[in-house]
């Protein structure tokens, strides 16, 4: 079984090779995949999709909210379903949302279909993202922490892949349509995998749990994972969509600013297969609380820097102290809730959501009015703030440990 139990980390090759999860830990790698690859075309066809429906790029761009709308909302409801009813059934009805929202844009005519395609993918990406991140937990609890960053290193292959593509063949003629068909030719395949797949038990849903006993019994233990979350996503968004546009304030060729945007991507990569080999009995409030600070003061002295070399390297820094952090908050979140995995990574996945819808509107205007210091400087003090709720979180459970093992 892929459930190994001894402490040193399983050899990759070894672990997915064995039956009967590993076709199910490949399912929700590829889910990851192609989440990725469905957000991230979106973004890169924005300006072509604008001319195709004859639209201004400012009318296009509010999309990106709207499909991350449906992805909060399918996040929250998806996650509490799940525990209820069964993941398999639930993201079975994530990749028939996929399909169903990539030949949305695959046949849209205007703008409002458009809108409609996307809110409809972003409903399939918040099942898929989600329900995901809660099989991998019941699959492998004992090795949630290698897998988890083992997924989302998945993703971030698919968010370079993806416009890596778009970039060769956007410009020899290929219409944006195609690459939308092939997501939702994707999410068919994935659906038909995720039919002949073997979950764990904790995966198969029951009448106890997925209500709002169960959601309010998790609650009060995730609470600080939620924040941390928020923190995270609102600050790794704005970091990535601005990147170019700071860069190019302090005067950097316009290759560097692309560039930058690719070592900000493959530093997480990197990170994240790092982080997947952390000893899984290492508390997770040292690691993410790291992570949090180090980011933070990456951020904070992004701010101060007056050469566009130096900035790059900040970036650089920035994305491998990011890496790991979304995976060990989700991790942390789903497996001290063993029984309601579902809910926990449902409810801490949806907040961490808002920080995509968030982020443009508090750090747009700031960018606006030429205050890029002043930027970063607010997301290195959110990013700091999220470290001192982890150091919060160790001190509250260091303290409930030292209670419990008082004598009475």
Not at 156 to 170: F, Q, R, T
Not at 277 to 297: D, R, V
Not at 307 to 321: D, H, N, R, V, Y
Not at 352 to 368: D, Q, R
Request: a positive charge; aromatic letters at 10%.
């Amino acid at each position: 079984l892929l459930q190994s139990r001894h402490p040193s980390p399983p050899s990759l090759t070894c672990v997915m090779t064995k039956l009967p999860y590993a076709r199910a830990t490949y399912a929700v790698l590829i889910s990851m995949f192609i989440f990725a690859c469905s957000s991230n075309i979106m973004f890169a066809c924005l300006r072509q999709a604008s001319q195709t429906f004859q639209v201004s790029f400012e009318d296009m761009t509010p999309i990106i909210s709207v499909q991350f709308s449906g992805f909060f909302l399918t996040c929250l409801l998806g996650g509490i379903a799940s525990d209820r009813f069964g993941k398999k059934r639930v993201m079975l009805l994530g990749c028939f949302l996929t399909m169903l929202g990539a030949l949305g844009w695959t046949m849209a005519s205007g703008l409002r279909a458009a809108y409609v395609g996307a809110f409809i993918l972003g409903m399939g990406g918040g099942i898929l993202e989600t329900i995901g991140a809660a099989i991998l937990t019941d699959l492998h609890p004992e090795r949630s922490k290698f897998f988890m960053n083992l997924s989302q290193a998945a993703y971030c292959l698919g968010a370079i892949g993806s416009p890596a593509l778009m970039a060769v063949l956007l410009p020899l003629g290929l219409s944006w349509r195609w690459f939308f068909f092939g997501n939702a030719v994707i999410a068919v395949i994935l659906g038909v995998m995720y039919m002949g797949v073997t979950l764990a038990k904790s995966s198969e849903g029951s009448r106890q749990r997925g209500n709002l006993r169960s959601v309010m019994r998790v609650l009060p233990t995730i609470i600080i994972p939620c924040i941390c979350i928020f923190c995270y996503v609102f600050s790794e968004m704005a970091t990535a969509g601005f990147l170019g546009e700071r860069l190019a304030q302090l005067n950097a060729p316009e290759s560097m600013t692309i560039f930058a945007l690719s070592l900000f991507w493959s530093a997480m990569i990197l990170g994240r297969i790092a982080c997947a080999f952390l000893p899984q009995n290492q508390a997770y409030e040292h690691i993410i609380g790291a992570l949090l600070l180090l980011a933070g003061l990456a951020c904070v002295a992004q701010s101060m820097v007056q050469t566009w070399q130096a900035s790059i390297a900040l970036f650089t820094l920035t994305g491998l102290a990011f890496a790991g952090t979304w995976p060990m908050i989700v991790s942390m979140a789903s497996y001290r809730n063993l029984e309601d995995s579902g809910v926990a990574a449902g409810i801490t996945i949806s907040i961490g959501s808002l920080g995509c819808i968030a982020n443009p509107i508090v750090i747009a205007p700031i960018f606006k009015a030429g205050r890029h210091d002043q930027a970063f400087m607010l997301l290195g003090c959110i990013l700091l703030f999220g470290a001192a709720m982890m150091l919060l979180s160790l001190v509250a459970r260091l303290h409930k440990t030292r209670t419990q093992t008082q004598p009475n």
